[in-house]
């Protein structure tokens, strides 16, 4: 279609009006500014007078696309930018009343499931078929570049030290707890998931391999509207996602909500075997432990809030959030001892449980006040953050002979009560220049007391007493200030954003004494300055090829619980160890790409992290110790490839791929560590639309072996496939199975251990079959305003149950 409008500039702006037949004007009409074949690439609403408004649009041709419940769906000729710097003002547009009112509003276009922009990569999670009755981390591991391991350890492209976030906030939860909640988390209730390796300044520097950041739905419409989804998981055990999200709009009061339910039952099949050895290399004796853990989990999730519009220009918000999980865990462990020729010594079994309890409460009030329009604007944050926690755990083991005689019993009984309390406060403030610089600055301050008690107490012979080496009082706080200052400017092919933050911490830990244990503490104080660049060059006027050039400088904080001196057994012979003496990690990330038509992207990349905080494990008499510990260096060098290939009109290919070398230099329990290895990760993703609202998906992922200091992480891989039908307007059906092949198996070998040769193999319930549906009611018209700026930012991450 030739181009009838026809605007030149390098930020092009596009205005109209909206009215019906009698040239009445439509309030809350929904407009797409779509471009290449129907990518949405914006959104607005006209407002009461039919107005609507599309600003600093790059070169290229778009269409606008109008929907309006009551009206026949509008899409207009073809809108040209290139280089003048002009405005179009496309005058009133009229709308057509429909014969019979719809159900709701459908619309067509559908944004792709990733988006590359320049400091982040954006998953729409609603594009993604197969996600459907699933949950957060199970999007998480199909999102590109993400991988987990069987500690629940998130990684992003090869690195560990990523910091999560929900609506821009931390969740304060690190390694299995942190799986554990996003595992109560239903896909149904996320919207986008951020991918930020190198986040600029105004984002807090926590977060060494970058941020993952999970956005919330929040349904911005008028009236009263909203979301209904519930699912069923079958596996080896059932699990069932449920969430319930809804909006309510009035004159200068939006009110919001979304509920959760998640219930499920989950296994983990877990072999770990240890070869012991005499100091000259022969075989000494074998111990190969088997486990079978079953957790149970119910979770429920609430977010309620409010914004204020007290004029046009400033609002006032709040929001509650709170958390419930209850849970259960039963492990059945057979533990056997090889000696000489192979022969049985001895059998450990043991039969532990686990009752948890995890309780968090918050309350953010924000503020936002907009000079002018399009102008500076000033925006405030006040949170506190409360976490409650409780384990009980009972550990029986029984020893018995090659005979088959019992030789001994015990138990161990540990009650582990804990409470997290986080305050913060910050404000933020953007001027824009006519010149086209814009200047953004702020500061915050953030206080974190925490609070973990570890009772043990052991019984032999049925005689009770006080395990006093394992008993323990820790108490933690830690005050961070942080101000930083952000300049970006865009030019005719040259874009540039600048960044500076310092940040200031102040930690001081204590350990009471108990009756064989004295009072230990430590207090840390130390300045960081974080730089931020970014330097972004079109290649060709059109903006078809970008280069993109980044640099950041990250820190790693220790978690909260890691530098509490505890002991807390996992069974009779392995244990896990804080470490009061960890450093902070610091990381240099590079990145260098080259996207064409924001369909291909390949990036090069290199970071460099001094005191990396990992697990490291130790082996002393047989027993198997678990820490967290610092590696002096480690070196990630990585070039990925990120596609997004509109094939066909039916078919679309997302795909992510990269090959990683990562080396790590550090001294060791057994003397100097030195290891290096190189991975290959792809992760396809294949789109088909079918017609007649049916589609469909087939995603996969498969990762080599893969070297990352003490562990070899052996290949592993996975396909899922997913079909949805649209039934209405308001209902869409959609059915999935993750796991076909039953192939996402967790194997590895463990190196530098002392005289000792180990590896794993754990295997979980990961091949499920879900059905999902979902039902959509309401008028949906666009809101004006989200919140996400919550000033508790980098202090959630931190936390373990």
Not at 9 to 33: H, N, W
Not at 147 to 174: A, C, E, H, M, R
Not at 197 to 215: E, F, L, Q, S
Not at 297 to 324: E, F, P, Q, R, S
Request: charged share 20%; with cysteine.
């Amino acid at each position: 279609m030739a181009c009838i409008y026809c605007l030149r500039a390098q930020e092009g702006t596009v205005t109209g009006k909206l009215a019906d037949s009698l040239q009445r004007p439509l309030d809350g009409a929904t407009v797409l500014l779509l471009a290449g074949k129907d990518t949405l690439v914006k959104t607005t609403v006209s407002n009461d007078v039919g107005l609507f408004a599309f600003e600093k649009l790059k070169n290229g041709t778009y269409r606008i696309s109008i929907s309006m419940t009551g009206f026949s769906k509008y899409t207009g000729p073809a809108i040209t930018i290139n280089e003048a710097h002009q405005s179009l003002d496309i005058g009133t547009l009229t709308l057509s009343r429909q014969s019979a009112a719809l159900q709701g509003v459908t619309v067509t276009a559908q944004k792709p499931m990733v988006e590359r922009k320049i400091d982040r990569t954006v998953v729409n999670v609603e594009a993604m078929t197969s996600a459907a009755g699933s949950t957060a981390m199970d999007v998480l591991e199909k999102s590109p570049g993400v991988s987990v391991d069987q500690n629940g350890t998130i990684s992003l492209k090869g690195k560990s030290g990523v910091v999560v976030f929900i609506d821009d906030k931390p969740t304060y939860l690190s390694g299995a707890d942190l799986e554990s909640y996003l595992r109560s988390l239903p896909s149904s209730s996320i919207d986008q998931i951020e991918l930020m390796t190198n986040p600029p300044a105004k984002y807090d520097a926590a977060g060494g391999a970058g941020v993952i950041n999970i956005r919330t739905k929040r349904t911005r419409i008028k009236g009263f509207n909203g979301t209904l989804n519930t699912a069923y998981t079958q596996g080896k055990y059932a699990k069932t996602n449920n969430s319930f999200n809804a909006n309510y709009r009035n004159n200068k009061l939006n009110a919001f909500g979304t509920l959760t339910y998640n219930h499920a039952e989950n296994f983990s099949d877990l072999d770990i075997n240890r070869y012991f050895k005499n100091p000259d290399g022969s075989r000494n004796y074998d111990f190969l432990q088997h486990t079978y853990i079953h957790p149970s989990n119910g979770a429920a999730t609430a977010k309620i809030g409010a914004d204020y519009y007290a004029t046009a220009k400033t609002t006032y918000g709040i929001v509650l959030t709170g958390v419930t999980r209850d849970g259960s865990r039963n492990n059945d462990n057979a533990s056997r001892i090889l000696g000489a020729g192979f022969a049985l010594d001895s059998t450990i079994v043991a039969h532990n449980t686990q009752d948890n309890r995890f309780r968090n409460g918050g309350i953010n009030a924000n503020f936002r006040h907009q000079y002018t329009k399009g102008g500076p604007e000033l925006t405030a944050d006040l949170d506190y953050i409360n976490y409650h926690t409780g384990n009980i755990q009972v550990f029986n083991n029984e020893t018995y002979l090659a005979s088959g005689a019992l030789s001994n019993k015990d138990r161990l009984d540990g009650n582990l009560p804990a409470s997290i309390n986080i305050y913060s406060a910050k404000m933020d403030y953007s001027h824009p220049f006519k010149s086209g610089l814009k200047m953004e600055g702020g500061i915050k301050t953030s206080h974190t007391e925490t609070d973990n008690v570890a009772n043990y107490f052991s019984t032999v012979n049925n005689v009770t007493t006080p395990d006093y080496n394992k008993t323990n009082h820790f108490l933690y706080k830690e005050t961070i200030h942080a101000v930083y200052l952000n300049a970006s400017r865009d030019y005719k092919r040259w874009s540039m954003q600048l960044g500076l933050r310092v940040e200031h911490t102040i930690s001081d830990g204590k350990q009471l004494g108990n009756a064989m244990k004295p009072d230990s503490a430590f207090k840390r104080t130390y300045t960081s300055l974080f730089p931020t660049a970014y330097l972004s060059y079109k290649l060709d006027s059109a903006g078809n090829h970008v280069l993109v050039l980044d640099y950041g400088r990250r820190i790693n904080r220790p978690y909260y619980q890691d530098l509490n001196p505890f002991i807390s057994p996992l069974d009779k012979f392995t244990y896990y160890v804080g470490n009061p003496f960890l450093q902070p990690a610091y990381t240099h990330n590079v990145e260098l790409s080259y996207s064409y038509k924001s369909l291909i992207t390949l990036t090069a990349s290199y970071s460099r992290t001094t005191n990396s905080t990992n697990e490291t494990i130790e082996i002393v008499n047989g027993t198997y110790y678990s820490r967290p510990g610092n590696i002096g260096t480690s070196i990630t060098k990585s070039l990925s490839l990120q596609a997004n290939l509109p094939v066909t009109k039916w078919f679309t290919l997302n795909l992510y791929t990269e090959l990683t070398n990562i080396h790590s230099i550090s001294d060791f329990y057994t003397g100097p560590l030195d290891t290096k290895g190189t991975f290959w990760f792809v992760q396809p993703n294949c789109q088909f639309k079918l017609g007649k609202g049916w589609n469909a998906q087939v995603d996969g992922v498969y990762q080599t072996d893969l070297t990352n200091n003490q562990f070899i992480i052996l290949k592993r891989g996975r396909i899922n496939a997913g079909l949805s039908k649209k039934l209405s307007s308001a209902f869409t059906l959609r059915a999935n199975v993750n796991d076909i092949l039953y192939t996402s198996v967790n194997r590895g070998i463990i190196n530098n251990l002392a005289n000792t040769e180990a590896n794993w193999r754990n295997a979980n319930d990961s091949r499920t079959v879900t059905l999902a549906l979902s039902w959509r009611f309401g008028k949906a018209i666009s809101d004006q305003r989200k919140h996400v700026g919550a000033g508790a930012q980098s202090e959630q991450s931190r936390v373990k149950d």
